[in-house]
């Protein structure tokens, strides 16, 4: 266990986790505070996604101090939602509360899913499966919440809906977010605070003061977004094409 700062809703300090020889996590430190944004950018293999399941207590081969205080919510790149139970009782699914049906009808009204409460999974499209994919992790009230390459698989326009809902339910419950994601572009238009993972630990960082709603075009935000391609290896030889960070799990 790590030693408990006040103000922060994780501590890591010295995190590193093997898988064979390679440590994939080396050492890593990072705080989180309450109600902090942060985009988790990285190349594949990186340690991203084994970070966040470290982080989600999913992972218990990792070495260090780690501390969360209060409770964890996770949205994953699938929304996993299970086929044999209808939207509303996938997102009141493992809730403790008398109240749980309530609860996920609120839930499910944040997310503009109340028409969709009856449905069956593999009705829904993709876009409503991640909504009601963030509508159960926001139900149980986080006080941090793990995204893990939750609009990777998302077309353009419902990516750009998806992410204006990210920041509405964000703006009002007010959780610290990890985000874990491959777009530059998506992590300067929602974070506060973009992290580069590079070699198991964070290379990179880059705090971001411009006010929301934002424009890839900004120019605070064109010049991060060059430093974070280099930091990344890319480069910005695209000038203002998408820009994403090749892919991969863990």
């Known amino acids: 266990m790590a030693t408990r700062v006040p103000g922060r809703v994780a501590v890591i300090r010295g995190l590193t986790r093997r898988f064979g020889e390679r440590a994939v996590l080396d050492g890593l430190d990072l705080d989180i505070a309450p109600g902090e944004f942060i985009?988790?950018?990285g190349r594949s293999g990186s340690g991203k996604s084994t970070l966040l399941r470290a982080l989600a207590g999913l992972d218990g081969g990792a070495e260090g101090e780690l501390e969360v205080t209060g409770s964890v919510a996770v949205a994953f790149q699938e929304p996993r939602l299970v086929?044999?139970?209808?939207?509303?009782?996938?997102?009141?699914?493992?809730?403790?509360?008398?109240?749980a049906a309530q609860r996920a009808r609120?839930?499910?009204?944040?997310?503009?899913?109340?028409?969709r409460a009856g449905a069956w999974?593999?009705?829904?499209?993709?876009?409503?499966?991640?909504?009601a994919s963030l509508?159960?992790?926001?139900?149980?009230?986080p006080g941090l919440l793990l995204l893990d390459e939750p609009f990777s698989a998302l077309d353009a326009l419902t990516r750009i809906t998806v992410h204006q809902l990210v920041l509405r339910l964000w703006e009002a419950h007010r959780p610290a977010v990890l985000l874990v994601t491959h777009d530059v572009d998506e992590a300067l238009i929602l974070a506060d605070r973009v992290l580069v993972?590079?070699?198991?630990?964070?290379?990179h960082e880059e705090l971001i003061g411009a006010a929301r709603p934002r424009h890839r075009d900004h120019p605070d935000l064109v010049s991060m977004r060059?430093?974070?391609?280099?930091?990344?290896?890319?480069?910005?030889e695209a000038g203002t094409a998408h820009q994403t960070v090749p892919g991969g799990r863990r």
């Open 226 to 236: 060059d430093r974070l391609l280099t930091a990344l290896g890319v480069g910005s």
């Open 121 to 131: 999974p593999l009705t829904l499209s993709g876009g409503e499966s991640q909504r």
């Open 83 to 99: 086929p044999w139970k209808r939207v509303l009782a996938n997102v009141a699914l493992g809730l403790a509360a008398p109240d």
């Open 197 to 203: 993972l590079q070699d198991g630990k964070i290379a």
């Open 135 to 141: 509508a159960r992790a926001l139900v149980r009230e």
């Open 106 to 115: 609120r839930a499910l009204a944040e997310v503009g899913l109340t028409e």
């Open 39 to 41: 985009a988790l950018l």
